[in-house]
């Protein structure tokens, strides 16, 4: 994982995602999840291009599912975008999200 | 300076990596690129317990890094992750702008983009994917551990995901809309057999509800017309695939239902331009097959490139 993606336990969640003073893209991720290990490489390419104006978290679903319950996330990856403390924009998930659409949605926040 | 290729194969599921081992075996300079990691529809299968090689079940996982392996061994390039956002395979050189950065050329492409889960285009289900409805059995199954789960469908990936999902669920109800499975017969048989599988015939789902998260499941039965929502915690669907040829629609007539229509050697009406796998009309849509179609479109490309280099 490069300096740009920070990996986060439940615990962490109201510090680093909530009270973030930048936008959040906080990525549910899982094992034995081939579309996870293929957003991984877009996701830390993406996070490059905005490093300082907006957060890039990851969170281990298996090690973090009361954080995926209150959230409501039941798939892996899901990406979930925060911005001042609150959900914003679509969620994306599944192994059909795109580079170019993860950059658009991180543009229109920051 | 586009990087030079003799071959580019678009997707590295079993026929872009059977294609590849065949070109990269002739000593072609060959790319495979895949928008996601190699595997195709395999690599999140479960288990293949038909492709010949294998005398025992072997994991989706396993056999897509066997193909990607070999594919490797002989000198194909895979470039996984990797968005095209510029194409033009209309002339005799074929350009791929990928990532929006670079470019890559060669005579010969052979599309072999695969097929996508198909979505059922109910209300709801938009909304609830990644919140309730997946069609990952493999990377989502662990969510619902202990919970009361639907699968949707009657094909062998329906009743071979239930079981796999049986691992985890409390509960796995089958809802498929024909009065029999379609699934061949040892599944279907495993999946009356198993404690944990309950089956709902002769019904379709209707819409999906929820407050936030998926609640409910609406279906219909079919020969009273009845209709009532079902609680459930999850629901996987598995009900077929759709091409993913939006790539060729600038260059080719698509045929019904978005496929590709091809010679008996994977050539489309495109010179240099060949389709292999799931996306081409045919009958019948296995690893098997798409293999087939992978090296027989890698050994009409080789003669076109003889041709073409004449």
Known sequence: ????????????????????A??????????????CEALAPKFESVAEQF??????????????????QKLGVTGSPTLVFFKDGVEVGERMSGEEIKKSALKAQVDALV | MAERYDVIVIGAGPAGLAAAIYAARARLKTLVVDESVP????????????????????????????????????????????????????????????D??????????????????????????????????SWCATCDGAYFDGKDIHVIGGGNSAVEEAL???QFAKS????????????????VHEAYENPKIKVLLSHEPRAFHGEGSLQSVEVEDLKTKERKRLPTDGVFIFIGMVPRTDLLKGYIQLAQGGYVE?????????????????????????ITTAVADGTIAALAAQKYLKEYRA
């Open chain 1, 22 to 35: 930048v936008p959040v893209v906080l990525d549910f991720y899982s094992t034995e999840c081939p579309p």
């Open chain 2, 39 to 98: 595997g195709g529809q395999v690599k999140t299968t479960h288990k293949v317990s038909n492709y010949p090689g294998f005398a025992e079940d072997v994991s989706g996982k396993e056999l897509a890094q066997a193909f990607t392996a070999q594919a490797t061994r002989f000198g194909a390039k895979i470039a996984k992750a990797i968005e095209i956002t510029g194409h033009e395979l209309s002339g005799k050189m074929k350009t791929l702008t990928l």
């Open chain 2, 164 to 166: 796999f999902l049986t």
């Open chain 2, 262 to 286: 091809t010679s008996e050697a994977m050539e489309t009406k495109v010179p240099g331009l060949f389709a292999a796998g799931d996306l081409r009309v045919k009958r019948f849509r296995q």
């Open chain 2, 172 to 187: 796995v109800t089958i809802i498929h809309q024909f009065d029999e499975f379609q699934a061949e017969p040892a599944s």
């Open chain 1, 51 to 68: 490093a300082g104006r907006a957060r890039f978290i990851k969170v281990f679903r298996q090690g973090n599912r009361e954080l995926a």
């Open chain 2, 100 to 133: 929006e950065e670079d470019e890559v050329e060669a005579p010969v492409v052979i599309a072999a983009t695969g097929a996508k889960p198909r979505e059922l285009g109910l209300p709801g289900e938009s909304k609830f994917k990644g919140r309730g409805i």
């Open chain 1, 1 to 20: 994982m490069s300096d740009n993606v920070t990996e986060i336990d439940g615990s962490r969640y109201e510090a680093e995602v909530l009270r973030s």
